[in-house]
């Protein structure tokens, strides 16, 4: 793009630009999906700047008319700003403005909410529901009470500090279908308006976007790329990053600088936050030993503590000898800051999930139904039986079976 969006004096050449042409095609209000509008957006952006250049001698002879205009559209989108800036005006709107001049603010504002920031939180893209992020732990995650605790205080405490100086790292590490992926979706839902589909959220999978070890420089370009751009748009981040035990080894070490302390050269006004998850299996196993000893020994899963786990998951993520991950700078130098184990999942749990997978689809269900799905998973280790080995992966197309 020529001319960012955010740029004040960029905005302010956008506006320049507005108050000259007609009512621009974009003032179609919000109810458009949000994709769709950043799409509509970005090409309006292209039109747009080719108008402009058409306009340029029109531009300068406006200028002072348009100042005005500048200080009273910043003042109804940023109320808060309004008072500091001298050029603003003492009466808000409709002040010996001329009827057109109003109409075209309205239009303008319209226009400019319809895709970029206008909220209290002043970016709605960004919602940190944290109400909403607790409730879906608590509700729609089945079984990982220690999971639920961490990322909950690690999340909330990191976007609640005044001047993050770095990333926020958590590594999830437990066996398929512990509900790793689940937890990142929940939180990129409750923490951006979109969810996953984010223009602030990027999922990375290492076997789907960095497949090929031989093209490991290219896909180094890609992912700092990538980071960096998404970083440019939003101020607050999500990044995602599975099957991280198969990330090349120089993959994780471009993410270094990302989770290391920095300096702020530049203070801005906000400073950035993001966030990074890690989700792999390692360690999964070993997290399933220890609970299951613990489950032996007498203790109730609830109280299974993570001075329990964490020692075992550090030792066994370390020694792991067929994945780069153990060793690399983010996990030797501690740049991770919360190793997050999800436990394997028992068939109480199993039934919970089919049971939320009936309730999406909005179907009915039978406690007997919910008994046949969860007694189609294969429960591990032999003798015991308790641990379902693809904990409740895939149930959701098992409810099927049990359709009218
Ligand atoms: C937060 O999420 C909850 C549950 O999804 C929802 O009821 C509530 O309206 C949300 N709050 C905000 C401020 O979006």
Redesign the pocket.
Known sequence: MLCGRRHPFCLWLWLLLLLLLPPPPGARGHGDHARSRDEAAEADSGRAWKAFQRLREHLRAAGALSRRYWALFSCRLWPEACGKDEEAPARPLGWSLPLLGQQYLDILTTWYCSFQDCCDSGDCRI?N?F??LE??LRVRLHGQHLARELVLAAVRGYLELPQPDKALALSFHGSSGTGKNFMARLLAE?LFRDGLRSNCVQVFIATLHFPHPKYVDQYKEQLTGQIRKTQERCHQTLFILDEAEKLHPELLEVLGPQLDRQTLENHRAKSPRSIFLFLSNLGGSVINEVVLDLLKGGRSREDIRMENLEPHLQAEIVESTDSGFGHSRLVKENLMDFLIPFLPLEYRHVRLCARDAFLSQELLYTEAALDEIAKMMVYVPKEEQLFSSQGCKSISQRINYFLP
Do not use: L, P
Request: net charge negative.
């Open positions: 919602i529901n109400t909403g409730a879906d409750n």
